[in-house]
Protein backbone atom coordinates (compact mmCIF):
# COMPACT_ATOMS: atom_id res chain seq x y z
CA UNK A 1 0.00 0.00 0.00
CA UNK A 2 2.90 2.10 0.64
CA UNK A 3 3.04 2.87 -3.40
CA UNK A 4 -0.20 4.03 -3.30
CA UNK A 5 0.40 6.60 0.15
CA UNK A 6 0.18 9.51 -2.86
CA UNK A 7 -3.53 9.13 -2.61
CA UNK A 8 -3.10 9.72 0.86
CA UNK A 9 -4.79 13.10 1.88
CA UNK A 10 -1.43 14.22 3.62
CA UNK A 11 0.53 13.60 0.74
CA UNK A 12 -2.17 15.21 -1.75
CA UNK A 13 -2.03 17.69 1.01
CA UNK A 14 1.75 18.85 0.28
CA UNK A 15 2.01 18.27 -3.48
CA UNK A 16 -0.74 20.44 -4.13
CA UNK A 17 -0.29 22.99 -2.20
CA UNK A 18 -3.41 23.46 0.90
CA UNK A 19 -5.59 25.74 -1.39
CA UNK A 20 -5.08 23.12 -4.64
CA UNK A 21 -6.10 20.70 -2.45
CA UNK A 22 -9.38 22.23 -1.09
CA UNK A 23 -9.95 23.03 -4.50
CA UNK A 24 -9.75 18.95 -5.74
CA UNK A 25 -11.85 18.21 -2.24
CA UNK A 26 -14.44 20.38 -3.64
CA UNK A 27 -14.14 19.52 -6.67
CA UNK A 28 -14.61 15.67 -5.97
CA UNK A 29 -17.53 16.54 -3.75
CA UNK A 30 -19.34 18.04 -6.70
CA UNK A 31 -18.83 15.29 -8.95
CA UNK A 32 -20.16 12.80 -6.40
CA UNK A 33 -23.27 15.08 -6.08
CA UNK A 34 -24.44 15.09 -9.16
CA UNK A 35 -22.73 11.73 -10.97
CA UNK A 36 -22.93 10.02 -7.84
CA UNK A 37 -26.89 8.95 -8.10
CA UNK A 38 -26.26 8.47 -11.96
CA UNK A 39 -23.12 5.94 -11.51
CA UNK A 40 -25.25 4.23 -8.79
CA UNK A 41 -28.36 3.64 -11.12
CA UNK A 42 -25.48 2.29 -13.56
CA UNK A 43 -23.92 -0.20 -11.13
CA UNK A 44 -27.49 -0.82 -9.42
CA UNK A 45 -29.04 -1.58 -13.41
CA UNK A 46 -26.04 -4.32 -14.13
CA UNK A 47 -25.85 -6.25 -10.87
CA UNK A 48 -26.09 -9.35 -9.95
CA UNK A 49 -25.46 -10.07 -6.43
CA UNK A 50 -25.55 -7.09 -4.72
CA UNK A 51 -25.66 -6.65 -0.91
CA UNK A 52 -25.11 -3.77 1.54
CA UNK A 53 -22.39 -3.03 2.58
CA UNK A 54 -20.85 -3.64 -0.29
CA UNK A 55 -19.82 -0.80 -2.75
CA UNK A 56 -19.88 -2.50 -6.08
CA UNK A 57 -22.04 -5.37 -6.92
CA UNK A 58 -20.00 -8.89 -5.73
CA UNK A 59 -21.41 -10.29 -9.06
CA UNK A 60 -22.29 -8.49 -13.01
CA UNK A 61 -25.35 -9.67 -14.59
CA UNK A 62 -28.15 -8.53 -16.73
CA UNK A 63 -30.81 -10.60 -15.65
CA UNK A 64 -32.95 -7.08 -14.62
CA UNK A 65 -32.75 -5.76 -18.41
CA UNK A 66 -33.96 -9.28 -19.24
CA UNK A 67 -36.73 -8.60 -16.32
CA UNK A 68 -37.74 -5.42 -17.87
CA UNK A 69 -37.58 -5.91 -21.63
CA UNK A 70 -39.79 -9.03 -21.20
CA UNK A 71 -42.90 -6.52 -19.33
CA UNK A 72 -45.08 -6.11 -21.99
CA UNK A 73 -46.40 -3.38 -20.71
CA UNK A 74 -42.98 -1.74 -19.68
CA UNK A 75 -42.41 -1.80 -23.84
CA UNK A 76 -45.64 -0.94 -24.65
CA UNK A 77 -45.01 2.32 -22.51
CA UNK A 78 -41.88 2.96 -23.77
CA UNK A 79 -43.72 3.01 -27.69
CA UNK A 80 -46.06 5.52 -26.38
CA UNK A 81 -43.72 8.01 -25.08
CA UNK A 82 -41.55 7.93 -28.57
CA UNK A 83 -44.83 8.13 -30.21
CA UNK A 84 -46.16 11.41 -28.14
CA UNK A 85 -42.54 12.60 -28.57
CA UNK A 86 -42.48 12.74 -32.55
CA UNK A 87 -45.79 13.24 -32.99
CA UNK A 88 -45.91 16.47 -30.67
CA UNK A 89 -42.57 18.12 -32.09
CA UNK A 90 -44.15 17.26 -35.61
CA UNK A 91 -46.97 18.66 -34.61
CA UNK A 92 -45.72 21.76 -32.88
CA UNK A 93 -43.54 22.50 -35.69
CA UNK A 94 -46.36 22.97 -38.01
CA UNK A 95 -47.97 24.82 -35.81
CA UNK A 96 -45.42 27.26 -34.28
CA UNK A 97 -42.57 27.80 -37.03
CA UNK A 98 -45.15 29.84 -38.69
CA UNK A 99 -45.89 31.86 -35.67
CA UNK A 100 -42.48 32.18 -34.66
CA UNK A 101 -41.58 33.30 -38.39
CA UNK A 102 -44.51 35.77 -37.90
CA UNK A 103 -43.28 36.93 -34.61
CA UNK A 104 -39.97 37.17 -35.86
CA UNK A 105 -40.29 38.90 -39.19
CA UNK A 106 -43.56 41.33 -39.08
CA UNK A 107 -43.79 44.33 -36.53
CA UNK A 108 -47.61 44.59 -35.47
CA UNK A 109 -49.18 45.98 -32.19
CA UNK A 110 -48.93 43.08 -29.81
CA UNK A 111 -46.46 41.07 -30.56
CA UNK A 112 -44.66 41.56 -27.49
CA UNK A 113 -47.90 40.55 -25.12
CA UNK A 114 -47.93 37.49 -28.14
CA UNK A 115 -44.87 36.62 -26.97
CA UNK A 116 -45.10 36.96 -23.12
CA UNK A 117 -47.87 35.06 -23.14
CA UNK A 118 -45.99 31.72 -24.12
CA UNK A 119 -44.07 32.70 -20.92
CA UNK A 120 -46.98 33.14 -18.91
CA UNK A 121 -47.72 29.50 -19.53
CA UNK A 122 -44.62 28.46 -18.11
CA UNK A 123 -44.82 30.61 -14.78
CA UNK A 124 -48.33 29.08 -13.27
CA UNK A 125 -47.62 25.95 -11.98
CA UNK A 126 -48.11 23.28 -14.52
CA UNK A 127 -50.79 20.99 -11.86
CA UNK A 128 -52.85 23.68 -12.20
CA UNK A 129 -53.13 24.30 -15.46
CA UNK A 130 -53.65 20.77 -16.13
CA UNK A 131 -56.93 20.65 -13.98
CA UNK A 132 -58.09 23.41 -15.37
CA UNK A 133 -57.35 21.54 -18.86
CA UNK A 134 -58.81 18.90 -17.26
CA UNK A 135 -62.38 20.37 -16.69
CA UNK A 136 -62.47 21.11 -20.25
CA UNK A 137 -61.21 17.98 -21.60
CA UNK A 138 -64.17 16.08 -20.10
CA UNK A 139 -66.44 18.65 -21.35
CA UNK A 140 -64.98 18.52 -24.85
CA UNK A 141 -64.28 14.70 -24.51
CA UNK A 142 -60.82 14.64 -25.34
CA UNK A 143 -59.97 13.19 -21.41
CA UNK A 144 -58.41 9.94 -22.13
CA UNK A 145 -57.61 10.22 -25.94
CA UNK A 146 -54.49 10.30 -27.53
CA UNK A 147 -54.61 13.85 -28.76
CA UNK A 148 -55.90 15.20 -25.34
CA UNK A 149 -52.06 13.87 -24.23
CA UNK A 150 -50.90 15.39 -27.25
CA UNK A 151 -52.28 18.79 -26.60
CA UNK A 152 -50.56 18.42 -23.01
CA UNK A 153 -47.25 17.78 -24.15
CA UNK A 154 -47.26 20.01 -27.14
CA UNK A 155 -47.80 23.03 -24.34
CA UNK A 156 -44.88 22.26 -22.53
CA UNK A 157 -42.64 23.08 -25.08
CA UNK A 158 -44.71 25.79 -26.50
CA UNK A 159 -42.61 28.48 -25.51
CA UNK A 160 -39.29 27.01 -26.31
CA UNK A 161 -40.98 25.97 -29.75
CA UNK A 162 -42.32 29.72 -30.54
CA UNK A 163 -39.11 31.31 -29.08
CA UNK A 164 -36.80 29.89 -30.39
CA UNK A 165 -37.51 29.45 -33.75
CA UNK A 166 -38.22 33.01 -34.09
CA UNK A 167 -35.20 34.02 -32.62
CA UNK A 168 -33.47 32.29 -35.31
CA UNK A 169 -35.50 33.21 -37.96
CA UNK A 170 -34.59 36.94 -36.63
CA UNK A 171 -31.04 35.98 -37.51
CA UNK A 172 -31.40 35.16 -40.81
CA UNK A 173 -31.07 38.99 -42.11
CA UNK A 174 -33.98 40.13 -44.71
CA UNK A 175 -31.89 40.67 -47.73
CA UNK A 176 -30.76 36.89 -48.38
CA UNK A 177 -34.59 36.79 -48.60
CA UNK A 178 -34.88 39.49 -50.45
CA UNK A 179 -31.78 37.60 -52.80
CA UNK A 180 -34.31 34.70 -53.40
CA UNK A 181 -37.20 36.60 -54.09
CA UNK A 182 -34.57 38.39 -56.65
CA UNK A 183 -33.90 35.17 -58.13
CA UNK A 184 -36.94 34.09 -58.75
CA UNK A 185 -38.38 32.09 -55.89
CA UNK A 186 -41.77 33.03 -54.12
CA UNK A 187 -42.35 33.37 -50.99
CA UNK A 188 -43.02 29.79 -50.44
CA UNK A 189 -39.95 28.74 -52.46
CA UNK A 190 -37.64 31.31 -50.37
CA UNK A 191 -38.46 29.72 -46.85
CA UNK A 192 -38.17 26.17 -48.13
CA UNK A 193 -34.75 27.21 -49.63
CA UNK A 194 -33.58 29.94 -47.70
CA UNK A 195 -34.78 31.24 -44.62
CA UNK A 196 -35.65 27.40 -43.03
CA UNK A 197 -31.86 25.87 -43.69
CA UNK A 198 -30.31 29.05 -42.34
CA UNK A 199 -32.33 29.19 -39.11
CA UNK A 200 -32.24 25.00 -38.91
CA UNK A 201 -29.69 25.22 -35.83
CA UNK A 202 -32.08 27.26 -33.63
CA UNK A 203 -35.22 24.95 -34.72
CA UNK A 204 -33.38 21.42 -33.98
CA UNK A 205 -32.37 23.05 -30.84
CA UNK A 206 -36.06 23.87 -29.64
CA UNK A 207 -37.29 20.57 -31.52
CA UNK A 208 -34.27 18.60 -29.48
CA UNK A 209 -35.81 20.62 -26.21
CA UNK A 210 -39.52 19.83 -27.14
CA UNK A 211 -38.62 16.13 -27.44
CA UNK A 212 -37.00 15.90 -24.37
CA UNK A 213 -39.55 17.59 -22.53
CA UNK A 214 -42.41 15.50 -23.97
CA UNK A 215 -40.38 11.78 -23.30
CA UNK A 216 -40.24 13.81 -19.72
CA UNK A 217 -43.97 15.12 -18.86
CA UNK A 218 -45.34 12.95 -16.61
CA UNK A 219 -48.04 14.77 -14.54
CA UNK A 220 -50.56 16.26 -17.29
CA UNK A 221 -50.19 12.57 -19.09
CA UNK A 222 -51.17 10.85 -15.81
CA UNK A 223 -54.48 13.11 -15.35
CA UNK A 224 -55.52 13.20 -18.94
CA UNK A 225 -54.10 9.95 -20.32
CA UNK A 226 -54.70 7.08 -17.71
CA UNK A 227 -55.58 4.60 -17.76
CA UNK A 228 -54.66 4.17 -21.67
CA UNK A 229 -51.90 6.19 -22.06
CA UNK A 230 -49.00 4.93 -19.86
CA UNK A 231 -45.95 6.88 -21.34
CA UNK A 232 -42.41 5.41 -19.32
CA UNK A 233 -42.56 8.72 -16.77
CA UNK A 234 -45.53 7.73 -15.97
CA UNK A 235 -45.15 3.61 -15.57
CA UNK A 236 -41.95 5.41 -13.74
CA UNK A 237 -44.33 5.68 -10.56
CA UNK A 238 -45.36 1.92 -11.22
CA UNK A 239 -41.94 0.92 -10.76
CA UNK A 240 -40.85 2.46 -8.48
CA UNK A 241 -43.65 1.10 -5.88
CA UNK A 242 -43.83 -2.24 -7.50
CA UNK A 243 -40.35 -3.43 -8.59
CA UNK A 244 -37.35 -4.09 -7.38
CA UNK A 245 -34.81 -0.90 -7.37
CA UNK A 246 -32.69 -2.66 -9.84
CA UNK A 247 -35.67 -2.88 -11.83
CA UNK A 248 -36.12 0.66 -10.97
CA UNK A 249 -32.81 1.18 -11.97
CA UNK A 250 -32.56 -0.29 -15.74
CA UNK A 251 -35.84 1.85 -16.17
CA UNK A 252 -34.84 5.13 -15.56
CA UNK A 253 -31.37 4.31 -18.21
CA UNK A 254 -33.83 3.58 -20.37
CA UNK A 255 -35.47 6.78 -19.71
CA UNK A 256 -31.99 9.08 -20.24
CA UNK A 257 -30.70 6.94 -22.74
CA UNK A 258 -32.83 8.63 -25.72
CA UNK A 259 -31.99 11.97 -24.21
CA UNK A 260 -28.47 11.74 -23.86
CA UNK A 261 -27.85 10.41 -27.19
CA UNK A 262 -29.92 13.41 -28.74
CA UNK A 263 -28.24 16.31 -26.42
CA UNK A 264 -24.94 14.34 -28.38
CA UNK A 265 -25.92 14.02 -32.22
CA UNK A 266 -27.01 18.15 -31.35
CA UNK A 267 -24.11 18.99 -29.35
CA UNK A 268 -22.74 21.29 -32.41
CA UNK A 269 -25.97 23.41 -32.56
CA UNK A 270 -26.74 23.37 -28.73
CA UNK A 271 -24.31 27.07 -27.91
CA UNK A 272 -25.48 29.97 -25.68
CA UNK A 273 -25.64 31.68 -28.68
CA UNK A 274 -28.78 29.74 -30.29
CA UNK A 275 -30.15 29.86 -27.11
CA UNK A 276 -29.55 33.25 -26.05
CA UNK A 277 -30.86 34.87 -29.76
CA UNK A 278 -34.20 32.41 -29.02
CA UNK A 279 -34.88 34.29 -25.89
CA UNK A 280 -34.70 37.88 -26.54
CA UNK A 281 -38.10 39.55 -26.90
CA UNK A 282 -36.36 41.49 -29.85
CA UNK B 1 -25.45 54.02 -77.62
CA UNK B 2 -29.00 52.63 -77.96
CA UNK B 3 -31.39 55.51 -77.67
CA UNK B 4 -34.20 53.41 -76.54
CA UNK B 5 -35.48 54.02 -72.74
CA UNK B 6 -34.92 50.71 -70.98
CA UNK B 7 -36.44 51.81 -67.83
CA UNK B 8 -38.30 54.57 -66.89
CA UNK B 9 -39.60 55.83 -63.82
CA UNK B 10 -42.63 58.66 -64.37
CA UNK B 11 -44.41 60.44 -61.41
CA UNK B 12 -43.47 57.97 -58.16
CA UNK B 13 -43.79 58.81 -54.96
CA UNK B 14 -42.72 56.52 -52.01
CA UNK B 15 -43.25 57.68 -48.59
CA UNK B 16 -42.70 56.14 -45.35
CA UNK B 17 -44.56 56.33 -42.13
CA UNK B 18 -42.20 58.95 -40.56
CA UNK B 19 -42.79 60.99 -43.40
CA UNK B 20 -39.37 60.66 -45.18
CA UNK B 21 -38.98 59.30 -48.71
CA UNK B 22 -39.58 60.25 -52.21
CA UNK B 23 -41.78 62.83 -53.95
CA UNK B 24 -42.36 62.69 -57.50
CA UNK B 25 -39.20 61.08 -59.05
CA UNK B 26 -39.27 61.23 -62.72
CA UNK B 27 -36.53 59.20 -64.67
CA UNK B 28 -35.34 57.75 -67.97
CA UNK B 29 -32.64 55.39 -68.21
CA UNK B 30 -31.60 54.07 -71.94
CA UNK B 31 -30.78 50.65 -73.25
CA UNK B 32 -27.34 49.75 -71.89
CA UNK B 33 -26.85 52.86 -69.74
CA UNK B 34 -25.46 52.97 -66.68
CA UNK B 35 -26.67 55.61 -64.20
CA UNK B 36 -25.74 56.07 -60.63
CA UNK B 37 -28.05 57.37 -57.54
CA UNK B 38 -25.88 59.70 -56.16
CA UNK B 39 -26.65 61.45 -52.64
CA UNK B 40 -25.94 61.30 -48.93
CA UNK B 41 -27.51 58.44 -46.60
CA UNK B 42 -30.89 59.23 -46.20
CA UNK B 43 -31.89 61.45 -49.36
CA UNK B 44 -33.88 58.40 -50.93
CA UNK B 45 -31.01 56.95 -53.35
CA UNK B 46 -31.93 53.11 -51.84
CA UNK B 47 -35.35 53.79 -51.75
CA UNK B 48 -36.11 54.14 -55.48
CA UNK B 49 -33.27 51.23 -56.10
CA UNK B 50 -35.78 48.99 -53.93
CA UNK B 51 -39.06 50.12 -55.64
CA UNK B 52 -37.11 49.24 -58.99
CA UNK B 53 -36.39 45.81 -57.54
CA UNK B 54 -40.02 45.06 -56.20
CA UNK B 55 -39.12 45.13 -52.59
CA UNK B 56 -41.28 48.45 -51.98
CA UNK B 57 -44.09 49.27 -52.77
CA UNK B 58 -44.53 53.08 -54.60
CA UNK B 59 -47.50 55.07 -53.14
CA UNK B 60 -47.90 56.64 -56.42
CA UNK B 61 -46.60 56.61 -59.96
CA UNK B 62 -45.17 54.55 -62.51
CA UNK B 63 -42.38 52.11 -63.08
CA UNK B 64 -41.82 51.08 -66.64
CA UNK B 65 -39.29 48.47 -68.04
CA UNK B 66 -39.61 48.39 -71.99
CA UNK B 67 -42.85 50.53 -71.93
CA UNK B 68 -43.96 47.82 -69.37
CA UNK B 69 -45.89 48.67 -65.60
CA UNK B 70 -43.96 46.28 -63.49
CA UNK B 71 -45.48 48.01 -60.30
CA UNK B 72 -47.93 45.50 -59.47
CA UNK B 73 -45.45 42.62 -59.63
CA UNK B 74 -43.60 40.76 -56.77
CA UNK B 75 -40.22 41.02 -57.13
CA UNK B 76 -39.51 37.34 -58.18
CA UNK B 77 -41.52 38.15 -61.67
CA UNK B 78 -40.02 41.45 -61.66
CA UNK B 79 -37.39 41.49 -65.21
CA UNK B 80 -34.55 43.02 -62.58
CA UNK B 81 -31.94 41.68 -60.72
CA UNK B 82 -30.49 42.95 -57.47
CA UNK B 83 -26.90 43.15 -56.02
CA UNK B 84 -26.88 44.02 -52.27
CA UNK B 85 -24.14 46.01 -50.21
CA UNK B 86 -24.08 42.80 -48.01
CA UNK B 87 -23.41 39.93 -50.63
CA UNK B 88 -26.26 38.15 -49.41
CA UNK B 89 -24.90 35.34 -50.83
CA UNK B 90 -26.75 31.99 -48.82
CA UNK B 91 -24.18 30.99 -46.35
CA UNK B 92 -25.29 27.61 -46.58
CA UNK B 93 -25.31 26.99 -50.48
CA UNK B 94 -21.54 26.73 -52.22
CA UNK B 95 -20.76 28.81 -55.15
CA UNK B 96 -22.62 26.84 -57.48
CA UNK B 97 -25.31 26.13 -55.79
CA UNK B 98 -25.79 29.37 -54.99
CA UNK B 99 -25.27 30.80 -58.93
CA UNK B 100 -27.76 27.81 -59.96
CA UNK B 101 -30.37 28.48 -57.63
CA UNK B 102 -32.50 31.15 -59.98
CA UNK B 103 -31.71 28.85 -63.09
CA UNK B 104 -32.83 25.90 -61.96
CA UNK B 105 -36.42 27.94 -61.02
CA UNK B 106 -35.91 29.07 -64.77
CA UNK B 107 -36.02 25.38 -65.77
CA UNK B 108 -33.15 25.22 -67.45
CA UNK B 109 -31.31 21.96 -68.28
CA UNK B 110 -28.45 20.83 -66.36
CA UNK B 111 -25.38 21.21 -68.47
CA UNK B 112 -26.60 24.24 -69.83
CA UNK B 113 -26.56 25.63 -66.16
CA UNK B 114 -23.10 24.16 -65.74
CA UNK B 115 -21.73 25.91 -68.95
CA UNK B 116 -23.63 29.69 -67.92
CA UNK B 117 -22.25 29.16 -64.21
CA UNK B 118 -18.43 28.71 -65.40
CA UNK B 119 -18.83 31.15 -68.13
CA UNK B 120 -20.25 33.61 -65.41
CA UNK B 121 -17.70 32.62 -62.83
CA UNK B 122 -14.76 33.52 -65.48
CA UNK B 123 -16.52 36.77 -66.48
CA UNK B 124 -15.78 37.65 -62.44
CA UNK B 125 -12.76 35.89 -62.47
CA UNK B 126 -13.75 33.62 -60.15
CA UNK B 127 -12.76 30.45 -62.18
CA UNK B 128 -12.94 27.19 -60.37
CA UNK B 129 -14.32 28.99 -57.14
CA UNK B 130 -17.67 26.87 -57.53
CA UNK B 131 -17.23 24.05 -54.13
CA UNK B 132 -16.49 27.01 -51.80
CA UNK B 133 -19.25 28.06 -49.50
CA UNK B 134 -19.58 32.14 -48.64
CA UNK B 135 -17.84 31.90 -45.50
CA UNK B 136 -14.47 30.78 -47.48
CA UNK B 137 -14.39 33.71 -49.48
CA UNK B 138 -13.46 37.51 -48.71
CA UNK B 139 -15.50 40.15 -49.10
CA UNK B 140 -14.50 41.16 -52.63
CA UNK B 141 -14.63 37.17 -53.67
CA UNK B 142 -18.22 37.01 -52.39
CA UNK B 143 -19.41 40.32 -53.83
CA UNK B 144 -17.78 39.17 -57.29
CA UNK B 145 -19.93 35.76 -56.79
CA UNK B 146 -23.19 38.00 -55.87
CA UNK B 147 -22.53 39.99 -59.02
CA UNK B 148 -22.24 37.15 -61.12
CA UNK B 149 -25.47 35.44 -59.45
CA UNK B 150 -27.27 38.57 -61.00
CA UNK B 151 -25.92 38.55 -63.89
CA UNK B 152 -27.05 34.71 -64.69
CA UNK B 153 -30.43 35.80 -64.03
CA UNK B 154 -30.10 38.09 -67.72
CA UNK B 155 -31.61 40.79 -65.99
CA UNK B 156 -33.43 43.75 -68.55
CA UNK B 157 -32.28 46.05 -65.38
CA UNK B 158 -29.32 45.42 -63.13
CA UNK B 159 -29.73 47.36 -59.73
CA UNK B 160 -26.26 47.67 -57.31
CA UNK B 161 -27.27 48.93 -53.95
CA UNK B 162 -23.90 50.52 -52.90
CA UNK B 163 -22.33 47.36 -53.73
CA UNK B 164 -18.50 47.80 -52.88
CA UNK B 165 -18.95 50.21 -49.90
CA UNK B 166 -17.71 47.49 -47.68
CA UNK B 167 -14.57 46.58 -49.57
CA UNK B 168 -11.58 48.50 -48.84
CA UNK B 169 -9.82 51.26 -51.22
CA UNK B 170 -8.12 49.09 -54.01
CA UNK B 171 -10.32 46.36 -54.09
CA UNK B 172 -13.01 48.52 -54.60
CA UNK B 173 -11.17 50.52 -57.31
CA UNK B 174 -10.66 47.08 -58.88
CA UNK B 175 -14.29 46.02 -58.67
CA UNK B 176 -15.26 49.46 -60.16
CA UNK B 177 -13.38 49.14 -63.59
CA UNK B 178 -14.25 45.43 -63.65
CA UNK B 179 -18.14 46.50 -63.49
CA UNK B 180 -17.83 48.78 -65.78
CA UNK B 181 -16.23 46.55 -68.33
CA UNK B 182 -19.01 44.11 -67.88
CA UNK B 183 -21.29 46.49 -68.09
CA UNK B 184 -20.68 47.81 -71.51
CA UNK B 185 -19.36 44.63 -73.02
CA UNK B 186 -22.43 42.60 -72.03
CA UNK B 187 -24.19 45.90 -73.10
CA UNK B 188 -26.56 45.89 -69.64
CA UNK B 189 -28.60 48.69 -68.60
CA UNK B 190 -27.85 48.99 -64.64
CA UNK B 191 -28.90 51.65 -61.60
CA UNK B 192 -26.54 51.63 -59.30
CA UNK B 193 -26.66 53.59 -56.21
CA UNK B 194 -23.60 55.01 -54.26
CA UNK B 195 -22.48 57.68 -51.55
CA UNK B 196 -19.11 58.29 -52.90
CA UNK B 197 -18.99 60.90 -55.59
CA UNK B 198 -15.73 59.80 -56.61
CA UNK B 199 -17.17 56.30 -57.30
CA UNK B 200 -20.23 57.75 -58.95
CA UNK B 201 -18.27 59.84 -61.31
CA UNK B 202 -16.00 57.16 -62.34
CA UNK B 203 -18.78 54.87 -63.36
CA UNK B 204 -21.67 56.81 -64.86
CA UNK B 205 -23.35 57.71 -68.14
CA UNK B 206 -25.86 59.60 -66.12
CA UNK B 207 -25.99 60.36 -62.42
CA UNK B 208 -28.52 62.02 -60.76
CA UNK B 209 -27.91 63.64 -57.47
CA UNK B 210 -30.53 63.31 -54.93
CA UNK B 211 -31.50 66.11 -51.99
CA UNK B 212 -33.99 64.72 -49.14
CA UNK B 213 -36.06 62.43 -50.87
CA UNK B 214 -36.16 64.80 -54.39
CA UNK B 215 -33.80 64.88 -57.78
CA UNK B 216 -31.43 67.93 -57.85
CA UNK B 217 -29.55 67.77 -60.93
CA UNK B 218 -29.64 64.79 -63.89
CA UNK B 219 -26.59 64.89 -65.87
CA UNK B 220 -23.43 63.76 -67.14
CA UNK B 221 -20.45 63.81 -64.26
CA UNK B 222 -18.95 66.42 -66.77
CA UNK B 223 -21.81 68.29 -66.21
CA UNK B 224 -22.53 68.03 -62.95
CA UNK B 225 -19.17 68.92 -62.01
CA UNK B 226 -18.57 72.09 -64.18
CA UNK B 227 -22.22 73.00 -64.54
CA UNK B 228 -23.93 72.10 -61.26
CA UNK B 229 -27.66 73.01 -61.50
CA UNK B 230 -27.66 74.11 -57.66
CA UNK B 231 -25.85 75.27 -54.67
CA UNK B 232 -26.32 72.10 -53.38
CA UNK B 233 -24.34 70.15 -55.85
CA UNK B 234 -22.01 72.55 -56.37
CA UNK B 235 -21.36 71.78 -52.93
CA UNK B 236 -21.82 67.66 -52.64
CA UNK B 237 -19.79 67.14 -55.85
CA UNK B 238 -15.83 67.97 -55.36
CA UNK B 239 -14.75 70.60 -53.43
CA UNK B 240 -15.89 74.23 -53.69
CA UNK B 241 -15.30 77.43 -51.94
CA UNK B 242 -18.43 79.75 -51.66
CA UNK B 243 -18.17 83.59 -51.14
CA UNK B 244 -20.67 86.08 -50.40
CA UNK B 245 -19.67 89.05 -51.94
CA UNK B 246 -23.13 90.56 -52.45
CA UNK B 247 -25.71 90.22 -49.83
CA UNK B 248 -27.41 86.94 -50.93
CA UNK B 249 -25.35 85.84 -54.00
CA UNK B 250 -22.87 83.20 -53.57
CA UNK B 251 -20.09 82.44 -55.72
CA UNK B 252 -18.61 79.40 -56.19
CA UNK B 253 -15.31 78.64 -57.54
CA UNK B 254 -13.23 75.45 -57.70
CA UNK B 255 -10.17 75.19 -55.92
CA UNK B 256 -8.19 73.83 -59.27
CA UNK B 257 -9.57 77.01 -61.07
CA UNK B 258 -8.11 79.43 -58.66
CA UNK B 259 -4.39 80.98 -59.62
CA UNK B 260 -2.36 82.55 -56.48
CA UNK B 261 -0.30 85.21 -57.07
CA UNK B 262 2.16 87.22 -54.81
CA UNK B 263 1.29 90.59 -53.34
CA UNK B 264 -1.85 91.99 -53.95
CA UNK B 265 -4.39 93.13 -56.93
CA UNK B 266 -6.38 89.69 -57.35
CA UNK B 267 -10.03 88.62 -57.48
CA UNK B 268 -9.60 88.59 -53.89
CA UNK B 269 -6.66 88.75 -51.97
CA UNK B 270 -5.70 87.43 -48.32
CA UNK B 271 -2.70 85.99 -46.28
CA UNK B 272 -1.72 82.30 -46.68
CA UNK B 273 -3.14 80.59 -43.63
CA UNK B 274 -1.85 76.84 -44.38
CA UNK B 275 0.23 74.79 -47.16
CA UNK B 276 -0.62 70.63 -47.17
CA UNK B 277 1.39 68.89 -49.91
CA UNK B 278 -0.99 66.24 -50.86
CA UNK B 279 0.96 64.03 -53.29
CA UNK B 280 0.17 65.37 -57.12
CA UNK B 281 -1.01 68.69 -56.09
CA UNK B 282 -0.62 70.96 -52.96
CA UNK B 283 -3.45 72.74 -51.56
CA UNK B 284 -3.15 76.08 -49.98
CA UNK B 285 -5.44 77.83 -47.37
CA UNK B 286 -5.76 81.22 -48.00
CA UNK B 287 -7.31 83.44 -45.39
CA UNK B 288 -9.45 86.07 -47.00
CA UNK B 289 -11.52 89.13 -45.80
CA UNK B 290 -14.89 86.72 -47.24
CA UNK B 291 -13.34 83.80 -45.57
CA UNK B 292 -11.18 80.96 -46.04
CA UNK B 293 -10.44 79.66 -49.90
CA UNK B 294 -8.89 76.91 -50.83
CA UNK B 295 -6.64 76.18 -54.56
CA UNK B 296 -4.99 73.30 -55.53
CA UNK B 297 -1.43 73.94 -56.51
CA UNK B 298 0.66 71.89 -59.16
CA UNK B 299 3.79 70.73 -56.44
CA UNK B 300 6.04 73.24 -58.28
CA UNK B 301 4.03 76.17 -57.31
CA UNK B 302 3.37 75.91 -54.16
CA UNK B 303 7.54 75.94 -53.63
CA UNK B 304 7.76 79.62 -53.79
CA UNK B 305 5.15 80.79 -50.99
CA UNK B 306 5.49 80.60 -47.43
CA UNK B 307 2.79 80.81 -44.62
CA UNK B 308 2.23 84.38 -43.41
CA UNK B 309 2.73 85.37 -47.14
CA UNK B 310 0.12 88.48 -48.74
CA UNK B 311 -1.43 86.69 -52.06
CA UNK B 312 -3.90 87.36 -54.65
CA UNK B 313 -6.47 85.00 -56.07
CA UNK B 314 -7.40 84.77 -59.89
CA UNK B 315 -10.73 82.90 -60.63
CA UNK B 316 -11.11 81.68 -63.58
CA UNK B 317 -14.43 80.04 -64.19
CA UNK B 318 -16.84 81.08 -61.10
CA UNK B 319 -20.62 80.09 -60.79
CA UNK B 320 -23.31 82.36 -59.06
CA UNK B 321 -26.07 81.20 -56.93
CA UNK B 322 -28.18 83.45 -55.49
CA UNK B 323 -30.29 82.42 -52.72
Known sequence: ?282 | MDETIKLEIRNMTKLYKNGDGVRDVNLKVRKGELMTLLGPSGCGKTTILRTIGGFLQCNAGEILIDGKNIVAMPPEKRPTAMVFQSYNLWPHMTVYDNLAFGLKLRKIPKPEIAERIADALKLVKMEGMEKKYPNQMSGGQQQRVAIARSLLLKPEVLLLDEPFSALDAKIRMQMREELRKIQTDLDITVVFVTHDQEEAMALSDVTVVMNKGSVEQIGSPYEIYHHPASRYVADFIGEMNFIEAKLGVHTAIRPENITVRKGPGGDLDGTVRNIMMLGHYTEMIVDTELGLIKAFLSGGEAEEFVRGEAVSLYFSETKEFSE
Open chain 1, 1 to 282: MSSLSFLGPRHMARTLGRRKFWEVVLLVGFLLVFYGPLLYTLVLAFAGQYTYPDILPKTWSLQWWKYVLKQPALIKSMVYSFEFAICSVLLSLAVCLPAAYVLARYKFTGRRLIMFTFLIGNAFPKIGMYTSMGIIYYKVGLMGTFLGVLLVHMLGSMMQMIWLPAGAFRSVPVQQEEAARDAGAGPLRTFFYVTLPMAWPGIAVACMFAFIGSLGESVGTLMVGLPTYRTMMVEMYGVILDYPATAGAVFSILLIMPNLLLILVMRKYIGADTISKGYKMG
